[in-house]
């Protein structure tokens, strides 16, 4: 396993040689001061300085990682200013930063069972307070500081490692956060509206590296957004806009992981808790990268059940079940799963699982639930169709569009009758906010799936003289037959 480290070193090195003396040699320290957690040892640093002539790099800390910790793989850099002392000195620190900790998080992405880290130790202030803020943008796993207790005594700080190791009992390790941003799932749709299409990655903030270690770093500019950290400012005014409606359409998984676990655990055993169990756990899957879907399978027989779960989340109650394949909320809604003709029910669908689908289909039930109520019927009716597709299975859901919003439907619509502006989140229709987020949680989840899902874009189709039905197909392209 590899662990990064991102740190910055001021005059005084000792507080972040006893990171380092904590992490990799954990037996060595005091057990009161062993975090109730486990950590990696680390096998790779990045540590960013200034030019002051009073910081020394090599004798305060390459020197003493190349003695002690030999097989640590190091990137030691100097900005080009001698302190943090002006408004220009702190956006140009801010800038590199900024780009160092987007580095960081595509290269913890990079391989499954990466760790990265941030340190808070050392430094100034302010370039303690850049990183943690650079770190609610992009994914790092853990933000750590360290309480010298030395200060409050009046003892000089230490300033090499055996001074450290000599007194480990005044050091304590304070692990600030230990996973990832809730915030980061939430900046790509913003930045590709806001910056033309652009991805945002370290390709497109490079850093200029010259000379021997410690090489002084600079950011080099682009034409499409010159400044990475005024670029995340101006997604993140347009990133408020929605971020409510998001995360309620699960794309942020993680602060309903934090706010819904404990009550759903309060909820013991019943179909609710279940269902929101599973829902959580789609949402989970749904954010995290690292997690391998290949060996992943999800029987068709159970498509009843998932519609049971699906309608109690996308209403807010169960939906009383008739027979095997309907389902009528009484003025909430009705569906009926049509009879499928895939063949074999011993089927499965590959490359995807049941929270996944869960949140997939609780998103377009309660798209259903939401905008397909009319003054004509007392309750939307959505059909489900499960059909053989030339590579694999397509699953389909429709419903009857109200007369209401018929007009506004037609003139969004394509030629064809595609409606892919309603998964692009921000679109408005009429006097809704927000319209098609959870049509572009539904895309984004397939997106997830490595190809296994495909998601067509909704689309009306006429269903009688005046009538138009709405219409959203995913095509499952792995499929085989489980062996009982």
């Known amino acids: 396993m590899e662990h990064l480290l991102l740190a910055t070193l001021g ?3 000792g507080a972040l040689l006893s990171l380092f003396d904590w992490l990799n040699c ?18 790779d640093v990045w540590v960013l300085t200034t030019a002051s002539k009073l910081i020394d790099p090599r004798a305060d800390l390459i020197g003493p990682l190349e003695s002690a910790f030999p097989a640590l793989r190091r990137r030691v850099l100097r900005v080009p200013v001698e302190d943090i002392l002006t408004e220009a000195d702190h956006r140009l620190m801010a800038e ?42 992009f994914e790092a796993d853990n933000v750590f500081h360290v309480s010298l207790v030395q200060k409050a005594r009046g003892e000089p700080p230490p300033r090499t490692l055996e001074q450290v190791r000599a007194r480990r009992d005044w050091h304590y390790v304070v692990r600030l956060a230990d996973e990832p941003t809730p915030w980061r799932p939430l900046l790509a749709e913003p930045w590709r509206r806001t910056f033309a299409g652009t991805e945002l990655g370290p390709e497109l903030f490079p850093l200029a590296e010259d000379g021997e270690e410690p ?30 409606q998001a995360l309620a359409c699960g794309v942020g998984a993680q602060f309903l992981r934090h706010d819904l676990r404990r009550v759903v655990r309060s909820l013991g055993d019943g179909a609710e808790a279940a269902a929101l169990r599973d829902y959580l756990d789609g949402l989970e899957h749904f954010l ?26 996308a209403v807010g109650r169960a939906v009383p079940r008739h027979g095997a394949d309907a389902w009528h909320g009484p003025r909430e809604i009705r569906l009926t799963l049509s009879e499928w003709h895939g063949g074999d029910e011993r089927r499965a669908v590959r490359g995807v699982d049941g929270p996944l689908l869960l949140l997939v289909l609780r998103n377009l039930l309660a798209n259903v639930h939401r905008h397909g109520h009319s003054a004509a019927w007392d ?15 397509t699953l389909t859901l429709r419903n009857r569009v109200p007369r209401e919003n018929l007009s506004t439907l037609l003139a969004l619509a394509r030629p064809d009758g595609a409606l892919p502006d309603l998964t692009r989140p921000l679109f408005r ?53 489980e062996v009982s």
Do not use: Y
């Open 215 to 244: 090489r002084l770093v600079r950011a080099i500019a682009d034409p499409h957004c010159p400044s990475l950290v005024d670029g995340l400012r101006q997604v993140a005014d347009l990133t408020h806009v929605f971020a409510g």
């Open 429 to 481: 229709v009429g006097n809704h906010d927000g319209q098609g987020l959870g049509l572009f949680a539904v895309q984004e989840v397939a997106r997830r799936t490595d190809g296994a899902v495909r998601f067509d874009p909704p689309r009306l189709e006429p269903a009688g003289p005046d009538a138009w039905d709405f219409v959203v197909s995913l095509r499952f392209t792995r499929v085989a037959t």
């Open 96 to 137: 590199v930063l900024f780009r160092l900790v987007l580095q960081a998080e595509t290269w913890r992405r990079g391989r499954a069972g990466r760790v990265f880290s941030v340190s808070l130790a050392g430094g100034r202030k302010s370039m303690s307070a850049l990183l943690q803020q650079a770190v609610t943008f």
């Open 26 to 43: 954990r037996p060595d320290w005091p057990e009161e001061q062993h975090l109730r957690v486990p950590t990696v040892p680390l096998t």
């Open 379 to 393: 309750e939307p009716h959505a059909v489900l169709c499960l059909d053989a597709a030339p590579a694999g299975l």
């Open 288 to 313: 995290d990268d690292r997690l391998a879907l290949h060996g992943a399978s999800w029987p068709l027989a159970r498509l009843g059940e998932l519609c049971d779960r699906a309608l109690l989340l």
């Open 11 to 13: 005059e005084a090195p």
